[in-house]
């Protein structure tokens, strides 16, 4: 029977497909973004110890409140904002059901949504099934390996219309690892200020930047937290991106629609995993370590790749890496991964994936994406490929 496609363009996610061309090809896989290594034993123990203990019936629809509770306490420690924890937050099925929820709660029919490329590729689905009509502004790539893409305000600024009616950010950012600076929040303030906009920020990469001034966090401004829905995910921060729990903060009249779409998606999360989570979280040495985890992984696959014809550019944050590409290869970034795939055993994924139109040649600038997150083994292997590329 005949059905007309809501999402007539899109596919197959970019990882899904990395990650399956990596398996049939026996390549190892630095696409998609998750770790090789198991969680903390104790964080796992947790889980089972909530099991046992009789956690294991609906929870509470907006997350249980020992876990609403420890993101309040984290959230404001390290950003200053004291977010209410029956008002204004909110577990989730991953940040992804976040996001998809927090989309549909605001966009109506015909409302612009402003995505800023490159972009990560759950955003541009959900607007669309809102009826939205996504308007994309490029970042300014950088100019050499020293510096990290970054956004002309100006840009945002001026495809700001009567229409728009959210802006959606993401940093840390993925693919590039882009951070935001105080000055960023200077010109976003201003832009915003005397309209209805509201504001996205998807904070999942929050406990990993390797910058002296730590993460910036939307909620950390008054005039910015007031209109955000700042979303974040423990996949990132504790080793669990198969879990999928993750949270929303967000002032109450925006969390109260929140909600109404979250009850009829999920209703709730996996009660063991909220147990465990929160109980773990409230050792705060659990995401604070994360940097110096993390900065040592990048460091060997920046320096293994400077030993090879790849370029690596600087990575402020996240658990990705960008490599110029250029002196191996004319081939565009899509089909370049492919062949790096099959041909030298190593999966990674391209940076025009992250782009309206990957083909356009403006979406391309022989850039492809590492992931990192990988035992120092995996790490060698791959390196010790790519070293004949
Ligand atoms: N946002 C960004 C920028 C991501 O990289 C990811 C995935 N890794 C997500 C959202 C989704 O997070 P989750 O797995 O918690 O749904
Ligand atoms: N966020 C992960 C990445 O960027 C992938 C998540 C997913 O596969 N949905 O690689």
Redesign the pocket.
């Known amino acids: 029977m005949h059905l007309t496609s809501k999402l007539p363009e899109i596919g197959t996610?970019i990882?899904?497909v990395m990650s399956k061309m990596a398996a049939d090809h026996q390549a190892i896989n630095l696409g998609?973004?998750f770790p090789d290594f198991d969680p903390d034993p104790k964080l796992i123990n947790m889980v089972s110890e909530a099991m046992k203990n009789g956690h294991n019936q609906y929870p509470f629809m907006p997350g249980i409140e020992p876990l609403r509770d420890v993101i309040a306490d984290k959230v404001n420690t390290l950003y200053g904002h004291q977010y209410n924890k029956d008002t204004e937050i909110t577990i989730t099925s991953g940040a992804t059901q976040a996001i998809m929820a927090a989309i549909m709660a605001v966009v109506h029919a015909g409302d612009e949504v402003i995505v800023v490329e490159p972009s990560y590729d759950s955003y541009v689905p959900a607007i669309r099934l809102s009826g939205g009509i996504p308007v994309f502004v490029q970042m300014i790539p950088p100019e050499n390996q020293d510096q990290a893409f970054r956004i002309d305000w100006n840009m945002i600024a001026d495809a700001i219309t009567e229409k728009t009616k959210l802006l959606i950010l993401n940093f840390p950012h993925?693919p590039t690892g882009a951070v935001l600076t105080a000055s960023d929040f200077d010109a976003l303030e201003e832009i915003i200020e005397n309209t209805n906009i509201f504001l996205l920020s998807d904070e999942v990469y929050e406990h990993i930047v390797f910058e002296p001034q730590g993460h910036l966090s939307l909620s950390s401004r008054e005039s910015l937290a007031k209109r955000t829905f700042v979303i974040s995910s423990f996949g990132k921060t504790t080793h669990t991106t198969g879990w999928k729990v993750g949270y929303c903060c967000a002032p109450a009249n925006m969390t109260t629609e929140l909600r109404k779409v979250h009850q009829f998606m999920v209703f709730t999360v996996p009660s063991p995993f909220q147990h465990a989570l929160a109980h773990y979280t409230k050792d705060a040495s659990t995401y604070e370590n994360l940097p110096d985890f993390y900065r040592e992984k990048r460091n060997r696959l920046y320096e293994g790749l400077l030993k090879t014809r790849f370029k690596p550019y600087v990575c402020p944050s996240t658990f990705f890496l960008l490599a110029d590409y250029s002196e191996i290869s004319d081939l565009n970034e899509a089909k370049f991964s492919q062949w790096l795939t099959k041909t030298h055993g190593v999966a990674v994924?391209p940076v025009s994936a992250f782009y309206k139109d990957p083909d356009d040649p403006l979406s391309n600038h022989q850039l492809v994406r590492f992931?990192f997150a990988k035992k120092n083994e995996t790490l060698d292997m791959a390196l010790e490929r790519l070293s004949s590329v």
């Open positions: 996610t990882f899904t998609q973004g993925n994924i992931c």
